[in-house]
């Protein structure tokens, strides 16, 4: 499992957000956070990542490291 897959469940989570509320919040589809979560995307593009990042309010380094 990807770094990325294991924190963006948990700050998600931390944040007290469903997969779908972030997806809206970060304007990207609810099945973009599905994959990444299931860590069938493992790769996502650094524009989704930007999005999801300041969906959460956080930097792009704390979500992927």
């Given at each position: 499992?990807?770094?990325?897959t294991?924190?963006?469940?948990?700050l998600?989570?931390?944040?007290?957000?469903?997969?779908?509320?972030?997806?809206?919040?970060?304007?990207?589809?609810?099945?973009?956070?599905?994959?990444?979560e299931?860590?069938?995307?493992?790769?996502p593009?650094?524009d989704?990542?930007k999005?999801?990042?300041?969906?959460?309010?956080?930097?792009?380094?704390?979500?992927i490291?």
């Amino acid at each position: 499992m990807s770094n990325i897959t294991k924190n963006l469940r948990k700050l998600r989570e931390a944040k007290g957000l469903s997969q779908e509320k972030l997806a809206r919040s970060a304007d990207v589809a609810n099945n973009t956070i599905i994959k990444i979560e299931a860590g069938k995307n493992q790769n996502p593009t650094l524009d989704t990542l930007k999005k999801i990042a300041k969906a959460l309010e956080i930097s792009v380094d704390d979500l992927i490291k």
